[in-house]
């Protein structure tokens, strides 16, 4: 079981820009597909970002592409997410979880943490 960890968090206004991170356990990390969701007040956990083991590979949710870059340093355990020009609607707590597969449903990643949250001023 991987642990993970996020940080990363805070209040910034609109057009505003944060680096997330996702610290883990385990020695295999580099073994297991990344991925961001976030879920805002009264609405599902949506997909945001996810990347490939190696890092070659990644995918973005329509709503952030162009805004958010998923990176990841298996030398550090880390999965970054990298969010640029904030809008209010990217509020939410945001949650990295891996997977061994390549998707976008959360229910297919076996391992999550806690959370931190994005909020974003107009």
């Known amino acids: 079981q991987v642990q993970l960890v996020e940080s990363g968090g805070g209040l910034v206004q609109a057009g505003g820009s944060l680096r997330l991170s996702c610290a883990a356990s385990?020695?295999?990390?580099?073994?297991?597909?990344g991925g961001w969701f976030r879920q805002a007040p009264g609405k599902e956990r949506e997909f945001v970002a996810r990347i490939t083991g190696s890092g070659g590979s990644t995918s973005y949710a329509d709503s952030v592409k162009g805004r958010f870059t998923i990176s990841r340093d298996n030398v550090k355990n880390i999965v970054y997410l990298q969010v640029n020009n904030l809008k209010p609607e990217d509020t939410a707590v945001y949650y990295c979880?891996?997977?061994?597969?390549?998707?976008?449903?959360?229910?297919?990643?076996?391992?999550w943490g806690q959370g931190t949250q994005v909020t974003v001023s107009s």
């Open positions: 979880a891996v997977t061994g597969r390549w998707t976008s449903d959360a229910t297919a990643y076996t391992s």
């Open positions: 385990g020695r295999i990390f580099s073994s297991y597909i």
